[in-house]
């Protein structure tokens, strides 16, 4: 596709269940990244690949989450046992390689709510 | 750890007029990268400039420009002729130099709401 395409566009879970986000980054995108964005706030870095390779995992909140991009593609953003503070959007953005600044693009996210 | 700081949470400018926002960071690196982004009510953000740390011309496109004071560590975005569909959260980005783990770190900025007023 011309973007960055995420599923679903929202997700409402009961507290304690498992969800899984999907991002299918830009054809040819090297770099994918994951981030929060609480309500009001500005994206916050949860982990980024470099094809299928997990380079930076260091924002992940706690090991409830799981990221994983197996054929360094389409990504998959994986939370355990969710709690009301998961609530929030999840962005993903791809960029073309990390050098001379390259700009990320981003999807339009998910917005996840625990009840 | 970088910080970046948008200070003002909301702004609003009449159509056609100038407005400057805000952002300011701290760092001890010497080569990194700013941006700005705009995120419309849809939610998708959208590059609206860049800035390399290295050089001292300011950026531009079109009605957007920035001035960028390293020494400062300041870097606010002016928005000439503003137009109603500027009105978006603005956020500031800074995208660190190379880390230990072969990445780079972008941090955020809390975003600033500009509102055009018709």
């Known amino acids: 596709g011309a973007g960055v395409s995420q599923s679903p566009r929202y997700k409402v879970a009961k507290r304690g269940q498992d969800v899984a986000l999907r991002c299918d980054p830009i054809s040819g995108h090297v770099s994918l990244f994951w981030y929060q964005q609480a309500l009001g706030q500005g994206p916050e870095f949860l982990t980024y690949f470099q094809n299928e390779a997990q380079l930076d995992k260091s924002g992940l909140p706690s090991d409830r989450f799981f990221a994983e991009r197996p054929e360094g593609s389409v990504s998959t953003l994986k939370i355990q046992r969710t709690q009301q503070e998961d609530s929030a959007v999840y962005l993903c953005?791809?960029?073309?390689?990390?050098?001379?600044?390259?700009?990320?693009?981003f999807g339009d996210g998910t917005r996840l709510s625990i009840l | 750890a970088q910080t970046v700081t948008q200070s003002q949470p909301e702004m609003s400018v009449q159509e056609a007029e100038t407005v400057t926002l805000s952002c300011t960071y701290d760092?001890?690196?010497?080569?990194?990268?700013l941006f700005w982004y705009k995120q419309p009510p849809s939610r998708q953000m959208i590059l609206v400039i860049r800035q390399e740390a290295y050089k001292q011309q300011n950026a531009t496109e079109n009605r957007f420009s920035v001035n960028f004071q390293k020494a400062a560590k300041s870097f606010s975005l002016k928005i000439s002729d503003s137009q109603l569909g500027d009105a978006a959260m603005y956020f500031c980005a800074y995208r660190s130099d190379l880390t230990t783990s072969g990445t780079y770190k972008y941090i955020f900025g809390t975003g600033t709401r500009l509102k055009v007023l018709a």
């Open positions: 760092t001890s690196e010497s080569d990194y990268y």
């Open positions: 953005a791809s960029s073309s390689g990390q050098g001379a600044g390259q700009p990320q693009h």
